[in-house]
Nanobody
Framework: QVQLVESGGGLVQSGGSLRLSCAAS????????LGWFRQAPGKEREFVAS????????YYTDSVKGRFTISRDNAKNMMYLQMNSLKPEDTAVYYC??????????????WGQGTQVTVSS
């Protein structure tokens, strides 16, 4: 079992920045693949970014490449999503996920409760 708690969401103007954080517990942090999904109103949950257990490999959906950066600090048991140049279409609830399986690209097994990001135009 892994427990995930997101923080850092909020309201920001278009072009602004936010940093989301995800704290993980219940398992040795360096053994967990991690990432983010988001869900906008009336839409399906979609992949945003993920990061391997070591942090050496990262993956992004095309719409956030060059604007978002995923990172992790294994000493602090924390993962981050730095979001720059935010657009109104980034408005969504952002969910942290954890993957306990050994695979190249993390996939969600456990979810956090979500944090709201709202970008005003």
């Amino acid at each position: 079992q892994v427990q995930l708690v997101e923080s850092g969401g909020g309201l920001v103007q278009s072009g602004g920045s936010l940093r989301l954080s995800c704290a993980a517990s219940g398992r040795a942090f360096s053994t967990i693949g991690l990432g983010w999904f988001r869900q906008a109103p009336g839409k399906e949950r979609e992949f945003v970014a993920s990061i391997s257990r070591s942090g050496r490999s990262t993956y992004y959906t095309d719409s956030v490449k060059g604007r978002f950066t995923i990172s992790r600090d294994n000493a602090k048991n924390m993962m981050y999503l730095q979001m720059n140049s935010l657009k109104p279409e980034d408005t969504a609830v952002y969910y942290c996920f954890a993957d306990l399986q050994v695979r190249q690209r993390p996939a969600p097994e456990y979810w956090g409760q979500g944090t709201q990001v709202t970008v005003s135009s």
